[in-house]
């Protein structure tokens, strides 16, 4: 059974950072896509960071380049997202996901891609 379990959120001033874990367990698989994605109150879940497991060239989206860093550990199986000079207008709720078995990326920042969620993390930035 597949398991994603996010920690790390929490309550930071503008200009602060976070990072973002997701431990990942149950794949018998080791080519996948993983990402984060996140979801302000009112508005639709977005893609934030994705990655390929077997590593490559990271997707961004525009607002967070720069500022976010998407990367994992192996042998930890755990994914990460490490967020610096945050802004208001990064509250949200912060979901990793992976996808069933996708033998190379670049690996898209849209909802469809995966099929694996965790339960979310609150992170919420004051100006």
């Known amino acids: 059974q597949v398991q ?34 996140r979801q302000a109150p009112g508005t639709e879940r ?11 060239s990271p997707y961004y989206a525009d607002s967070v380049k720069g500022r976010f860093t998407i ?29 069933n078995p996708t033998l190379w990326g670049p690996c898209p920042g849209v909802e469809s891609a995966f099929n694996y969620w965790g339960q979310g993390t609150q992170v919420t930035v004051s100006s």
């Open 4 to 37: 994603l379990v996010e920690s790390g959120g929490g309550s930071v001033q503008a200009g602060g950072s976070l990072r973002l874990s997701c431990a990942v367990s149950g794949f018998t698989y080791s080519t996948y896509c993983m990402g984060w994605f």
């Open 46 to 56: 977005e893609g934030v960071a994705t990655m390929h497991y077997g590593g490559g």
């Open 71 to 99: 990367s994992r550990d192996i042998a930890k199986n755990t994914l990460y997202l490490q967020m610096d000079s945050l802004k208001p207008e990064d509250t949200a709720i912060y979901y990793c996901a992976t996808s």
